[in-house]
Nanobody, 122 residues
Framework: QVQLVESGGGLVQAGGSLRLSCAASGRTFSNYAMGWFRQAPGKEREFAAG????????YYADSVKGRFTISRDNAKNTVYLQMNSLKPEDTAVYYCAATDFLGSSWSRYDYWGQGTQVTVSS
């Protein structure tokens, strides 16, 4: 089992920045690729960013490419999502998740955090 706890969400004005963190415990963190997903009210959960076990490969949804950066610190068992130039449409609950096989489909991910709310005001 892997336990994931997100933090860092909040209310920010459009154009602002937030950094989300996801702390992992349980099994060896570096054995898992990690992803950030988000879910806005009335919408399906969507992939935002993913990172390989070593951190050497990253992937982004087109909607966040160039604005969001995913990174990880395996020594600290933590994955981050730096979000810049935030837009009102980025408003959602953000979830981190762990997987054996990195991809953009939520069904690939076995372990999930409880989510953290990000609200971007216009």
């Amino acid at each position: 089992q892997v336990q994931l706890v997100e933090s860092g969400g909040g209310l920010v004005q459009a154009g602002g920045s937030l950094r989300l963190s996801c702390a992992a415990s349980g099994r060896t963190f570096s054995n898992y690729a990690m992803g950030w997903f988000r879910q806005a009210p009335g919408k399906e959960r969507e992939f935002a960013a993913g990172i390989s076990r070593s951190g050497g490969r990253t992937y982004y949804a087109d909607s966040v490419k160039g604005r969001f950066t995913i990174s990880r610190d395996n020594a600290k068992n933590t994955v981050y999502l730096q979000m810049n130039s935030l837009k009102p449409e980025d408003t959602a609950v953000y979830y981190c998740a762990a997987t054996d096989f990195l991809g953009s489909s939520w069904s690939r991910y076995d372990y999930w955090g409880q989510g953290t709310q990000v609200t971007v005001s216009s």
